[in-house]
């Protein structure tokens, strides 16, 4: 790899890294219908435990009658 990235920039280094391994690595990708949550983002993952939990057909309606009786604030 270093023969291509003769650079003393970290992002060359890092970019030309990241293409180095995209070229000698196999792909996978998914290609799927749905909503997607960003988990990594605190928010995001509230929005997928609400969302997942209302969906759920065990307690999905305690959830949903819970969540009427939070008051606006």
């Not at 909503?35 to 999905?60: H, M, P, S, W």
Request: net charge positive.
């Amino acid at each position: 790899m270093h023969r291509f990235c003769a650079s003393s920039s970290n992002a060359f280094l890092v970019l030309c890294w990241a293409n180095y391994h995209y070229l000698t690595t196999k792909v996978y990708a998914y290609k799927f219908a749905g909503k997607r949550y960003d988990t990594g983002d605190k928010f995001g993952y509230v929005q997928a435990v609400i969302d997942f939990a209302l969906c759920n057909e065990d307690f999905g309606p305690k959830v949903r009658d819970y969540l009427k009786t939070i008051p606006d604030m």
